[in-house]
């Protein structure tokens, strides 16, 4: 997966460090063009072309660091080299059953706009290869948003 983020020698998934130079977050996304969507990606709703959009795959912050803008730092790391990569936007499938809905709440507060609802966006996970959810156990309910973030545009310089 962390290939998919690769392009033109461009890396858009990065790891955050702590002053021990330990493990503190990751931002795994994928290049435009280096994913495929399935049906969970209402293409004709995309704002962008789908060989102009990224696909946000993953983040994670650990615990005792969450709330001191990690993520969000991850993330506009990640735009700067997906825009560098020429992608337009990015695509994530957002866990609306996160602990308060954090999840969609950061993305939105980034700056992505909601598409369109999934209902059980990750139950065929459950039934296919075993995903335990850490919501709903043996048998995933919960629901993706499928979100688009549009890339500011680069700045040029006279």
């Excluded at 990065?14 to 990606?41: K, N, T």
């Excluded at 969450?66 to 997906?82: D, P, Q």
């Excluded at 059953?97 to 209902?119: D, I, M």
């Amino acid at each position: 997966m962390q290939q998919q983020g690769i392009t033109g020698g461009i890396n858009a998934s990065f790891v955050a460090l702590d002053a021990q130079q330990q493990v503190i977050g990751y931002r795994l996304s994928f290049a435009a063009g280096q994913w495929q969507p399935d049906q969970w990606c209402s293409q004709t709703l995309w704002p962008v072309d789908a060989a102009k959009m990224a696909y946000f795959k993953s983040v994670g912050v650990s615990q005792t660091q969450r709330g001191k803008g990690i993520a969000s730092a991850l993330l506009n790391t990640s735009v700067a080299a997906l825009r560098r990569q020429g992608a337009a936007a990015g695509l994530a499938h957002i866990w609306r059953e996160s602990p308060g809905n954090a999840a969609q709440r950061y993305f939105s507060n980034a700056g992505a706009t909601l598409v369109k609802v999934h209902p059980q966006r990750w139950r065929h996970l459950s039934e296919t290869v075993g995903y335990q959810c850490p919501v709903c156990g043996a048998l995933c309910n919960c629901s993706a948003a499928e979100m688009v973030l549009l890339f500011p545009e680069a700045k040029h310089h006279v």
